[in-house]
């Protein structure tokens, strides 16, 4: 910068007020456009490519600002406060959906590589950009096969670390989430079901195979076949329903 002339100089730093990128892009874009600040202007807004450069100084910011003190990743007290900005609920199904956009390892915690990334693939660079979002990302539970990811995506993303299965306590919460948005009017004699009788770990067999039972079998179970192939555990939960009476089945 110090080698430009001073009329030079200002138009740089004009360019980068204005569009919030680096002193880099704004010397491409003004060189580009032989130093007019119009022209340079509409190179930068027509060149998707460049924009990211600017885009992921704004999600270095954006990063920093939730980041943890002690260590570079997003912790819980991060999430707690993006979800304030956010205006959403940290129990809000919208952060896991969030959250699978972002590739995350692990439940309440980003890295910096899946919070870049998974803003960036989202198309958001500010604050105010991300909560106009949200609607657009629940309306992605409504499609069947995103759904279906989501939902497999969920077990991995809430187990403890080094576990290969999941906790029942969390298992439970995240049917009760994610059944919310499927309308299933067996998830809580499921969860009951589970807590009486089962009282262990959820193993991912388990957890992708539900979702199978959920969108083949009714929920009168008037097409359960006895000799399918699912989890010996769904189908004692089909014999805890009709032992209890909570379901009428005709043979």
Not at 46 to 70: A, C, G, M
Not at 93 to 99: N, T
Not at 174 to 188: G, S, Y
Request: net charge negative.
């Amino acid at each position: 910068m110090h080698k430009l002339g001073r009329g030079h100089r200002d138009k740089v730093q004009q360019f980068m007020a204005i569009t919030g990128t680096s002193e880099k892009v704004a010397l491409q874009a003004l060189k580009a456009s032989d130093w007019h600040l119009e022209g340079a202007f509409d190179f930068f807004y027509s060149q998707p490519q460049i924009r990211t450069v600017s885009d992921s100084r704004h999600l270095e910011e954006l990063y920093n600002r939730y980041k943890d003190p002690y260590v570079d990743m997003i912790m819980v007290d991060g999430v707690s406060l993006l979800c304030n900005d956010l205006q959403v609920d940290p129990q809000d199904i919208v952060m896991l959906v969030v959250s699978w956009h972002m590739k995350a390892a692990t439940m309440c915690e980003f890295s910096r590589q899946e919070f870049i990334s998974g803003l960036q693939s989202l198309g958001v660079d500010s604050i105010e950009k991300f909560r106009e979002k949200l609607p657009s990302l629940r309306t992605e539970l409504k499609d069947e096969n995103k759904f279906r990811e989501i939902y497999n995506f969920a077990f991995g993303w809430a187990k403890e670390k080094g576990q290969k299965s999941l906790a029942l306590d969390t298992a439970i919460g995240m049917w009760q989430l994610l059944f919310a948005e499927k309308h299933w009017p067996l998830v809580d004699h499921w969860c009951q079901f589970l807590q009486v009788r089962h009282n262990k770990a959820i193993s991912r067999d388990t957890w992708s195979q539900l979702l199978e039972f959920v969108k083949t079998v009714d929920p009168q179970l008037s097409n359960y076949d006895a000799q399918g192939a699912w989890p010996y555990l769904i189908d004692e939960f089909v014999e805890y329903l009709l032992e209890n009476g909570i379901i009428q089945h005709e043979n």
